[in-house]
């Protein structure tokens, strides 16, 4: 949820100990913060940091962690495989690209990525 909404900055107030929240900024998941992790001090700073500026935000329901078969060493091994959705804000909403990425682990230092194909 963009959280420069006031319905979606409303739907999240004294929920941010259950979601995840990052700055639109941000880059690829860094600087995540995960409100189920936070002390509460931490919860306290996050909650007046988004309340003062809440168009730095989106938050979401914690995901689990996905898995997709990679060839690895000559036979296939799960490997965390992450989707990224690129959006934009349009005069009207905001609206999702139809270019998703999808980032999977190599189990390295250097990770890969799959075909990604959305199917109307």
């Not at 979606?8 to 995540?32: D, K």
């Not at 690209?97 to 199917?119: H, I, M, N, Q, Y």
């Amino acid at each position: 949820m963009v959280l420069a909404d006031p319905a979606s900055l409303a739907e999240v107030r004294g929920r941010l100990a259950e979601l995840v929240v990052e700055e639109v900024a941000g880059y690829g998941g860094h600087a995540a913060v995960d409100g189920r992790t936070c002390s509460a001090a931490e919860l306290d700073r996050l909650t007046a940091e988004v309340a003062a500026t809440p168009h730095r935000f989106v938050a979401r329901e914690p995901l689990a962690e996905a898995t997709v078969p990679a060839f690895v060493d000559g036979t296939f091994r799960p490997r965390s495989a992450r989707l990224r959705v690129f959006s934009v804000v349009c005069g009207d909403g905001v609206r999702a690209l139809p270019a998703p990425w999808t980032r999977v682990a190599s189990g390295g230092p250097v990770a890969g990525s799959k075909d990604t194909w959305l199917l109307p």
